[in-house]
């Protein structure tokens, strides 16, 4: 079959920004590939890190952790949302320990496993999820492994880092588990005061660049690509697309490239988006229109039908483009591309 779009994936990329989160967060890096990996494609991503040596893989729900089938040898995954009333069945078939989230999530991991190893969820001022700081007692008779926090606002300089930094350091001293840890992508960039015996880094590991310090260490892993369905002339004063918001100046050569909507590739492109090919760049001319986007291939002389141009991507400068937040640009793209990691 032959898919006219596609998502170039980069595993060396990958992996490489992998090592560089485990070395700036001075301790083991596990990795988030909830939401089949940020949309990369959880399973290869577990794949890939797995043979660079991540052993720590975390999931939000119980389908996701069956989806991921088997996991790298001693490799070790945790459900993110926990165990709700409906989920006990599928926790107790499954090697993956739940992140107990709330004192009912602790009362019921209690009552169907109690001897079973979890993981502990401590809320140090976020409000989304977590035991208050005064439920620290109801963690007695848990068998924990990792206790975790997690940080609301590390990819700003918020005071509230340094608030929650304390707060989790009393619950560590206070609730008994094998490991800490409280670190996404954002809070590693922090130092390695943050790093505590494990860090859980998502949107870093595929490109996103969380804070400034991350700027230049970290590299793009995902590249969409588009094919060209047909190359035109727009005459002078003519007008491109729905709702002919843009106008020729001048005789304008224009591809039109096969993405749109329901790829991810959302009206707030328009005006601001671009793809290249062989280094020349072809900005977004006029709106997304459904499935199909105008690009001005004025500086592609040769681009033809059938030939396969990179949309601009790197998700710092794409966000800033589109108003997308960098998760929002990843997690977006629709299972239309076809995923093919090199
Ligand atoms: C998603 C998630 C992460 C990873 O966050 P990023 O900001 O993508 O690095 C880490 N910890 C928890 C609890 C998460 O839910």
Redesign the pocket.
Known sequence: MHHALRLRLDSAALVANWRWLQRQGGAPAGA?V?ADGYGLGAREVVRLLGEAGCRDF?VSTWAEAEALGVLPESASLSV?HGVGPSDGAAALASDARPVLNTPGQVARWKEIAPSRACDLMIDTGMNRLGLRMDELSLADGLVIDTL?S?LACADEDSPLNQVQLEKFHLAVSTVSAKRASLA???GICLGPDYGFDLV?????LYGGV?RAEAAGHIAQVAFPEAEVVQRRTVKAFETIGYGATWMAERDTEAAILNIGYADGYLRCFAGKGAASVGGARLPLIGRVSMDLVAVDCSAAPGLAEGDWVTLDYALPQAAEASGLSQ?ELLTGLSQRLERRWL
């Open positions: 988030a909830k975390f993110l975790m997690h996404n992508s954002a859980r880094p998502g949107l870093a969380p998760y």
